[in-house]
C-alpha cells in the first residue's frame, strides 16, 4: 500500500505535444474591415455633415495602417482587398467632398460678383 501511494505522488513529466498549443490563430484583418465600413458608411450617410468626413478620414487611415502592417508582417495580417476597398471608398468621398466644396466657392463667387 505504501508502494502504492509512492508511485501516485510521483509528478508525469507532460509530453512536448501537450505543451505546445497547434497554431489555430487566423491573421488579423480587423483594421481592414472597420476600414471598409467606414468607407461604406462614409459614402452611404452622404447626408450628415460632418460624420461622413470623419468616416472618410478614419477609413483611409485606417486601411493605410492595415496595408503597412501587412507589408511588415505578412503572416500575422490579411485582408488586403477590404483595406484597398476601405481606402477607394474613403478617397473618392473625399474627392466627392472637395470637389463640391470648390463648386460651392464658385458658384458663391459667381454669385456675389453679380451684385
Given at each position: 500500500?505504501?508502494?502504492?501511494?509512492?508511485?501516485?505522488?510521483?509528478?508525469v513529466?507532460?509530453?512536448?505535444s501537450?505543451?505546445?498549443?497547434?497554431?489555430?490563430?487566423?491573421?488579423?484583418?480587423?483594421?481592414?474591415?472597420?476600414?471598409?465600413?467606414?468607407?461604406?458608411?462614409?459614402?452611404?450617410?452622404?447626408?450628415?455633415?460632418f460624420?461622413?468626413?470623419?468616416?472618410?478620414?478614419?477609413?483611409?487611415?485606417?486601411g493605410?495602417?492595415?496595408l503597412?502592417?501587412?507589408?511588415?508582417?505578412?503572416?500575422?495580417?490579411?485582408?488586403?482587398?477590404?483595406?484597398?476597398?476601405?481606402?477607394?471608398?474613403?478617397?473618392?468621398?473625399?474627392g466627392?467632398?472637395?470637389?463640391?466644396?470648390?463648386?460651392?466657392?464658385?458658384?458663391?463667387?459667381?454669385?456675389?460678383?453679380?451684385?
Amino acid at each position: 500500500m505504501n508502494e502504492h501511494s509512492n508511485q501516485s505522488s510521483e509528478p508525469v513529466p507532460a509530453t512536448t505535444s501537450e505543451s505546445v498549443p497547434a497554431k489555430t490563430s487566423e491573421p488579423a484583418k480587423g483594421m481592414a474591415i472597420a476600414s471598409m465600413v467606414c468607407g461604406i458608411c462614409s459614402l452611404v450617410l452622404f447626408f450628415i455633415p460632418f460624420a461622413n468626413i470623419v468616416l472618410a478620414i478614419v477609413a483611409v487611415a485606417l486601411g493605410h495602417i492595415h496595408l503597412s502592417n501587412m507589408k511588415k508582417f505578412p503572416d500575422m495580417y490579411d485582408g488586403r482587398g477590404m483595406a484597398v476597398a476601405g481606402l477607394a471608398t474613403g478617397y473618392v468621398f473625399l474627392g466627392f467632398t472637395l470637389l463640391g466644396f470648390i463648386i460651392l466657392l464658385a458658384t458663391g463667387s459667381a454669385i456675389l460678383g453679380s451684385l
